[in-house]
């Protein structure tokens, strides 16, 4: 396969006497370019059409080549459609999830008893707990390591801050984290979330149980088009989690709902294609969900805080003066006229020069107060403004200017 000069032109040239192995970098070189052509065929397309930087590319096949367990031809074809959708545009953190949905999605990762002869699932199910009694701190300490399920994490953070705050009410005059570390001998030595001595529902209602943190509340989004039919499975094997954007297993969410102390509530399904109006300029609850579903995250040039975190913006301001003078409300309250922008970037929208407007509902374009413009959608920031001219830019062999 002949390897383009604009490819070649990518790293430096193997033939360099001052590098320190010419062969190993060639040999990276053809494979990212065979891994490109022969598995990635839609991002080496782009590639070539001058779309997506030859760098991004290599790192994309870099991901793919070393991926544990291996990808399949078919499993590299679900990564190539999903990067080659973005043009490109995924980071390391979402190139890396992006692996794991994929080998969630074509079940690649199986059991391998030579890894852990005792149990050859441990390397799949990576769920544990680790008790260091061997490892005694002289203050009479030991360490405790665990990794476990989602969901399971974020109820005990919750349920060891509810008992840090409540030892600090009766007088705990400990720390923080010392308190939160007697939080968890307490919750060991109390059953506080189902008396598994106990027979049956009915004995288990019976028993008193402590204050405790709220039910978790599981709200499931289910994203699909009208051309679902009947006989279509909605729900694929992966999710993404709000809190973070983290990458969960339907089945994780199969259990959370299952749990007896799971509240789970059914809501109307929100249609991101209609437009919502409402007549006040406090956002109503139902166009604030619609506004966060749409957007996901802060709609401000490569920020990445979650929607639900952020305010819900009028992108035309609105005007309280209007109905007192007569005039048309020049910023409605409406989903064609509402974004989510985090509180940092919302002031800095508000009092400073940095402008933007609506194309489309989810796509923004932004102009910042040197003029330089972007577009923001569900895909990512693409900068707008056109390359420098050839006669701007820096002559070869000419040292370019420093950052300070």
Not at 154 to 161: H, T
Request: charged share 25%; proline share 8%; aromatic share 4%.
């Amino acid at each position: 396969m002949r390897v383009p000069r604009w490819w070649r032109s990518s790293v430096a040239p193997s033939s360099a006497p001052s590098s320190a192995s010419p062969s190993t970098a060639a040999k990276k070189l053809i494979g990212h370019a065979l891994e490109l052509r022969h598995r990635l065929p839609r991002l080496w397309e782009q590639v070539h059409a001058g779309a997506v930087p030859a760098w991004r590319a290599r790192a994309v096949a870099d991901t793919t080549i070393h991926s544990t367990p291996p990808l399949t031809a078919e499993a590299a074809g679900f990564v190539d459609a999903q990067v080659a959708a973005v043009a490109g545009r995924v980071g390391t953190a979402q190139l890396d999830r992006l692996v794991a949905e994929t080998i969630r999605r074509y079940d690649l990762a199986t059991a391998d008893p030579t890894q852990d002869p005792e149990d050859g699932y441990l390397h799949v199910d990576p769920r544990h707990v680790t008790v260091d009694t061997d490892d005694v701190h002289y203050a009479g300490t030991l360490r405790i390591e665990a990794e476990v399920d989602i969901a399971d994490a974020l109820d005990l953070d919750r349920a060891l801050a509810h008992h840090a705050e409540t030892l600090k009410a009766l007088g705990s005059l400990l720390p923080l984290d010392a308190r939160r570390a007697k939080a968890l001998g307490d919750l060991a030595r109390t059953q506080t979330a189902l008396e598994l001595a106990c027979q049956g529902a009915d004995a288990a209602a019976d028993i008193d149980e402590p204050d405790l943190p709220a039910a978790r509340a599981v709200v499931i989004h289910a994203h699909f088009d009208a051309s679902v039919s009947g006989d279509t499975t909605v729900f694929g094997p992966t999710g993404r989690m709000e809190n973070g954007q983290r990458l969960v297993l339907l089945e994780q969410v199969q259990s959370w709902c299952a749990d007896t102390r799971t509240e789970v509530t059914i809501k109307p399904v929100i249609d991101l294609n209609t437009t919502l109006t409402a007549q006040t300029r406090k956002v109503p609850a139902t166009i604030r969900e619609h506004v966060i579903l749409r957007d996901r995250t802060c709609v401000f040039p490569r920020c990445t805080r979650p929607a639900r975190r952020c305010d819900v913006d009028h992108v035309i301001p609105w005007d309280d003066d209007a109905e007192a003078e007569g005039r048309p409300q020049p910023g409605p309250t409406t989903t064609s006229n509402l974004a989510c922008l985090c509180r940092f970037h919302h002031r800095l929208k508000t009092h400073s020069p940095w402008r933007y407007e609506m194309t489309t509902p989810g796509i923004f374009e932004w102009t910042s107060p040197h003029g330089h413009r972007y577009r923001r959608d569900h895909t990512g920031t693409t900068d707008l403004d056109p390359p420098d001219p050839p006669d701007l830019a820096i002559p070869p062999g000419l040292p370019r200017p420093r950052r300070r």
